[in-house]
C-alpha cells in the first residue's frame, strides 16, 4: 500500500510559482507511478500530469504542458508538481495518486489510480 500527503498549496498571485510536494509512505511508492490531478468546486477533477515509477517518461496535459513539471525522489519517497505562471483559472484542490504496477505504467485516467492523497489547496489572485 501507498499513503499519500500533499503539501505546498497556498495563496498566489497570477503569475508566481508554487511547488507542491507529494509525501510517501510505503516501500511500494518507488514502483508505483504518479499522477497529479485538481478539482475545482463545480468541476470533474482534472489530470495534470503523470510520471513513472522511475521518472523515465512523463505525460502532461495540454492545458499544463509548458508550465507544470512533474518529478519525483523515490530516495525520498516524494513526488512534486513544479507550477509556474499561475493563473486564476488554476485555482483549485490538487491531488497526487499513486498506482502500482510494474513497467512502464502512465496514465490520465483518475479511475487507474488507486491511492490517492487528501489535496492542497492552491488559490491564485488576479
Known amino acids: 500500500q501507498v499513503q499519500l500527503v500533499e503539501s505546498g498549496g497556498g495563496l498566489v498571485q497570477a503569475g508566481e510559482s508554487l511547488k507542491l510536494s507529494c509525501a510517501a509512505s510505503g516501500r511500494t511508492f518507488s514502483s508505483s507511478a504518479i499522477g497529479w490531478f485538481r478539482q475545482a468546486p463545480g468541476k470533474e477533477r482534472e489530470f495534470l500530469g503523470a510520471l513513472t515509477w522511475n521518472g523515465g517518461k512523463t505525460l502532461y496535459a495540454d492545458s499544463v504542458k509548458g508550465r507544470f513539471t512533474v518529478s519525483r525522489d523515490n530516495a525520498k519517497y516524494a513526488a512534486y508538481l513544479q507550477m509556474n505562471s499561475l493563473k486564476p483559472e488554476d485555482t483549485a484542490s490538487y491531488y497526487c495518486?499513486?498506482?502500482?504496477?510494474?513497467?512502464?505504467?502512465?496514465?490520465?485516467?483518475?479511475?487507474?489510480?488507486?491511492?490517492w492523497g487528501q489535496g492542497t489547496q492552491v488559490t491564485v489572485s488576479s
Open positions: 495518486a499513486a498506482h502500482i504496477a510494474a513497467g512502464l505504467f502512465l496514465s490520465d485516467d483518475d479511475g487507474k489510480y488507486t491511492y
